[in-house]
């Protein structure tokens, strides 16, 4: 239920179907003005919401696949007082906490499949401060760590010397951080999602030690409408007269079903297949689910009856910084921990899973759908750069970069400097352009006692780093602020972002010593990235910041790579391509397409002069754009002659007419091999056109076939109408694994591609 001015509203009630989630009840909202006093969440009212009726209907599994028509699905929390229990649910997953004698899970069920993904009962969370670790929530008495028996519960007791469930809040999902929208993106995003929000407060018990009194502790948890996702986080409160320390926390812990032993494996068990876990606390890395800083599949030592003899079943996920935070919290001040997601999925099978991932980002991190086309400019003088604008103009770029190597400096805080770069930014603008620039943060030497100071026999990630808490950081962060305040720019490709590494220096402002670095320099630059998303600025950050607000990293490539002959660069990137979206939208990761030479390689890879080798130039914008994905054509023009112009227009107009389920998910067929025709199909059951099947002859002499193209996640089921390029349309029937025949003739060296539809 949502109000249009909530500083106005102080007591309302209302007694109707609410359109935005399903419920019928009745709903009483009030300013919890004694919450927000004790600071459990700051900076925002919090509305306290009392269900008085019943869920119009049951929180349980519901009927259809979510990866096609997801609207049924929504996120619900049904609050029962006679039974003390809580429940959320969303037809596709379901965590159940008993609130008595303590608050803790007591199920977290895949309705999707009927499985059951818990099989232990443990504390919500887990705080250490000033010395002294305690419990949040929680239950003991558990007989068998195997699985839980129902009739075990009312048997369970408080851990006695554990924080204790005190009150709960329930609303709708609040934005994670400010989206300004500023760029074309995918039909359908919203922000923030819609789901529910369910927050559960702890206060310490009693017994516990003279140092906890006063702290309370807050756990979050959101369910999300249209997908299997929880996230989840804590708050912790410092109510008492003097400060304390946060010296390290657990957000999460989960008793996990354990995966089955393969007996044709010997060794360690594998961690359990059925959750995909990742936070926004995430540094270098490859993918989401690499969180080596804080997501830990541990074995568990109450975990008794376990099939591995050693007990080393790795089947307690424990989400916690490996160092630190070590935050001071003064008197009424709170800590918010970093964000954990938990997505469950309903199949091994690879597509549907990475699927689940891709609409897992649409969900939580949607300006990963910004795809603006970029040109990085080779140099930074004025003529140049109004030459590169006129031209993006001219073919339908959107996005200069002012690449590295060019001589921009983002770090030159000169007035005179500043007046330039605006300039640039302003006539780009009058051409209908956005202006960007390159920084190298990270894997450089600054010297004069800034850089990271490793713990011995450690080195930094990548070789060497500046410590972001350090005054060289600080200055650094401040201009960047005064940059993008000033100039107009709105791109920043920022290289070597934060890698993670800690630094034991104590002389170093921004932070105290070695245990607080990583959370230091985590906030330093999260927080920048936040920034530029609430201010429309482009992020291109080669590390996995989508959650904390980067737009995009790299598709997955070796950069040696691009000085190779230009016929291996062609098939190394349709390969790198179909590789990079298993779990990556086309917009969220970039290409590379030299224009100039790049790192060797000499003529035979180099695209200059472009008139002299068209025909290459032509099947490398294509391999990318049919794709739906943007490379980084680097060099000093984009055309050298009407021809080569003529070329660029006419693909980019072409991308631009079918951009919606180009940047759609992509469903892998075949993979580059230069052997035989390769191909993949976009997909988008919510758009008129359904999928778009692009097809790639790497041979020299023209190649026919027939491929099957499975068409089920174009929410096809009985006939599709299919067109060739420009050609008529055809209709065809799919068999009964929703499977269609369509012959293809492709040129040498060529492609082709087919527009598919339902049938009208």
């Known amino acids: 239920m949502r109000t249009t001015d909530r500083k106005t509203v102080n007591d309302v009630g209302c007694k109707r179907a609410c359109a935005d989630c399903g419920w019928n009840v009745r709903w009483r909202i009030t300013a919890d003005t004694a919450v927000r006093a004790r600071g459990l969440i700051r900076g925002r009212t919090i509305w306290k919401i009392a269900a008085l009726g019943v869920l119009a209907t049951p929180i349980g599994a519901a009927n259809g696949d979510w990866l096609i028509d997801p609207t049924p699905f929504k996120a619900r929390c049904s609050v029962s007082t006679a039974d003390g229990t809580i429940v959320l649910g969303n037809g596709l997953v379901r965590r159940t906490f008993l609130l008595k004698p303590n608050a803790a899970t007591v199920g977290f069920d895949n309705l999707m499949t009927g499985e059951s993904l818990l099989r232990g009962i443990k504390p919500e969370a887990l705080v250490e401060i000033d010395g002294a670790g305690v419990k949040v929530g929680g239950l003991t008495g558990q007989p068998n760590y195997a699985y839980i028996d129902p009739r075990w519960l009312g048997h369970l007791v408080a851990d006695a010397a554990a924080f204790r469930f005190v009150g709960h809040e329930v609303g709708v999902i609040q934005?994670?951080?400010?989206?300004?929208?500023?760029?074309?993106?995918?039909?359908?995003?919203?922000?923030?999602?819609?789901g529910v929000h369910l927050r559960m407060d702890y206060e310490c018990a009693v017994s516990e030690p003279p140092e906890l009194q006063g702290i309370h502790v807050a756990v979050h948890y959101e369910l999300y409408d249209r997908i299997p996702l929880f996230s989840k986080w804590i708050t912790v409160h410092n109510g008492r007269q003097q400060p304390v320390t946060l010296d390290s926390f657990t957000s999460e812990l989960l008793a996990v079903v354990e995966r089955p032993a393969n007996p044709q494996q010997s060794g360690i068990p594998g961690p359990p297949s059925s959750l995909h876990v990742e936070t926004d606390y995430a540094f270098v890395q490859g993918n989401g689910s690499q969180c080596r800083h804080c997501v830990h599949w541990e074995p568990d030592p109450a975990f008794g009856t376990q099939v591995d003899y050693q007990r080393r079943t790795p089947c307690l996920l424990a989400v916690r910084p490996?160092?630190?935070?070590?935050?001071?919290?003064?008197?009424?001040?709170?800590?918010?921990?970093?964000?954990?997601?938990?997505?469950?999925?309903?199949?091994?099978e690879r597509e549907r899973r990475g699927l689940a991932v891709r609409r897992m980002y649409r969900t939580i991190a949607p300006w990963v759908t910004e795809n603006p086309l970029m040109m990085h400019v080779r140099y930074a003088d004025r003529e140049t750069v109004t030459s590169?604008?006129?031209?993006?103009?001219?073919v339908g770029f959107e996005m200069v970069i002012l690449t590295f190597g060019s001589g921009f400096s983002i770090e030159n805080d000169s007035p005179e400097y500043l007046v330039q770069m605006q300039s640039y930014a302003d006539y780009a603008r009058s051409k209908g352009v956005e202006m960007g620039g390159y920084s190298l943060l990270a894997s450089r030497r600054v010297g004069g006692g800034h850089d990271v100071v490793m713990p011995e026999g450690q080195r930094p990630t990548f070789g060497n780093s500046p410590c972001l808490g350090s005054e060289w950081g600080?200055?650094?962060?401040?201009?960047?602020y005064e940059f993008y305040r000033q100039s107009g720019f709105s791109l920043l490709e920022h290289d070597g972002s934060y890698p993670g590494d800690v630094c034991t220096a104590t002389h170093h402002p921004g932070h105290r010593g070695h245990d607080d670095s990583r959370w230091q320099q985590w906030r330093q630059i999260s927080d920048f990235y936040r920034w530029c998303r609430a201010n429309g600025v482009y992020l291109n950050v080669p590390d996995w910041y989508y959650l904390a607000g980067s737009n995009k990293c790299g598709m997955g490539y070796r950069e040696t790579n691009w000085s190779l002959p230009r016929a291996q660069q062609v098939i190394h990137t349709r390969q790198n391509i179909y590789d990079g979206t298993w779990e990556k939208m086309p917009s969220m990761g970039w290409m590379f397409l030299p224009l100039t030479e790049y790192q060797g390689g000499g003529a035979a890879a180099t695209i200059e002069p472009l008139r002299e080798h068209l025909e290459h130039y032509e099947r490398m914008l294509v391999s990318n754009l049919a794709f739906g994905v943007q490379a980084c054509?680097?060099?000093?023009?984009?055309?050298?002659?009407?021809e080569t112009k003529a070329v660029v227009k006419k693909w980019v107009d072409w991308y631009k007419q079918y951009r919606d389920i180009l940047e759609s998910d992509v469903i892998h067929g075949r993979r580059a091999d230069?052997?035989?025709?390769?191909?993949?199909?976009?997909?988008?059951?919510?758009?008129?056109?359904?999928?778009?099947?692009?097809?790639?002859?790497?041979?020299?002499?023209?190649?026919?076939?027939?491929?099957?193209?499975?068409?089920y996640y174009a929410g096809l089921t009985d006939s599709a109408a299919v067109r060739a390029g420009g050609g008529p349309t055809e209709k065809h029937q799919l068999d009964r694994a929703h499977r269609v025949r369509i012959a293809v003739e492709v040129p040498a060296q060529g492609f082709q591609w087919f527009v598919i539809a339902a049938p009208r």
């Open 175 to 194: 934005e994670r951080l400010p989206w300004k929208r500023v760029r074309h993106h995918a039909p359908g995003v919203v922000w923030p999602p819609p």
């Open 322 to 348: 490996t160092v630190g935070p070590a935050q001071p919290l003064e008197p009424g001040a709170a800590f918010t921990s970093f964000r954990t997601f938990e997505l469950v999925f309903d199949s091994s």
């Open 388 to 394: 590169a604008i006129d031209q993006c103009t001219a």
């Open 474 to 480: 600080s200055a650094y962060f401040a201009k960047l």
């Open 633 to 642: 054509y680097r060099g000093p023009r984009l055309y050298d002659c009407d």
């Open 674 to 711: 230069g052997r035989a025709l390769d191909w993949a199909l976009h997909v988008n059951p919510q758009l008129q056109q359904r999928g778009l099947l692009v097809v790639f002859n790497p041979l020299d002499q023209p190649a026919a076939e027939t491929l099957t193209v499975n068409l």
